[in-house]
């Protein structure tokens, strides 16, 4: 079956522009779960997403948010991009019952 | 805030060498994930661990879960290059209603030279 596919592979934006990510989970997987990945930080956890419901939200402030559609799609919105934000964003989704998540192969994202 | 720890950061290696990469916390976590990721890559699962005292075995990688839920390590014996990559350990935190979140530790690189 198709893996989490997440488009666009790359991007590269300007500071105080916006951007749209999108993560089309594996079928069947309603839980989507979005991390931000920087080489100082690791991954950390920016929200997750339920039958289009937000269960969860990390520590990011609030220029990072997200929706989910009632295919399972998913897709997170950055506002006001700071140079800060420059990093691979990873969308992954779980299936009932799992633990593990399958993730997709990131969008990453350049601030200049 | 939990937080996981992983050691070492970086690992090179010669093909065939054993080698231990641990994770380590003061925080219990309902289960302990161990991910590979690659360059320009996603991380793939390659294990879940639950009970304390766990002990999993796949093929050359053996995984343990500490009696108190808090540390897990991984080894590697027979080293070859296609281990090659990032080994993240994760712990997942419930929430409830089926929700949980996982923590990620940094990471260990591991490098191995044929």
């Known amino acids: 079956k198709a893996g989490v596919t997440q488009t666009p592979r790359y991007l590269i934006k300007t500071r105080g522009q916006q951007v749209t990510l999108s993560c089309s989970p594996i079928s069947g997987h309603r839980s989507v779960s979005w991390y931000q990945q920087t080489p100082g930080q690791g991954l950390q956890f920016l929200f997750e997403y339920f039958s289009e419901t937000q269960r969860n939200k990390g520590n990011f402030p609030g220029r990072f948010s997200g929706r989910q559609f009632s295919n399972s799609r998913s897709e997170m919105n950055v506002s006001t991009l700071e140079l800060g934000d420059s990093a691979l964003y990873l969308c992954?989704?779980?299936?009932?019952?799992?633990?593990?998540?399958?993730f997709g192969s990131g969008t990453r994202l350049t601030v200049v | 805030t939990q937080l996981l720890e992983q050691s070492p950061q970086f690992l090179s290696i010669q093909e065939g060498e054993n080698l231990t990469v641990y994770c380590n916390s003061s925080s219990v976590f309902s289960s302990l994930q161990w991910y590979r990721q690659e360059p320009g890559e996603g991380p793939v699962l390659l294990v879940t661990v639950v009970t304390g005292g766990e002990v999993k075995k796949l093929k050359r990688l053996t995984f343990q879960f500490g009696d108190a839920r808090k540390d897990s390590s991984l080894h590697i014996t027979a080293a070859q290059p296609g281990d090659t990559g990032l080994y993240l350990c994760?712990?997942?935190?419930?929430?409830?209603?089926?929700?949980?979140?996982?923590?990620f530790g940094k990471g260990t690189k591991l490098s191995v030279i044929p």
């Open positions: 994760a712990g997942a935190d419930y929430s409830g209603a089926g929700s949980y979140q996982l923590t």
């Open positions: 992954a989704s779980r299936g009932v019952g799992n633990y593990g998540y399958t």
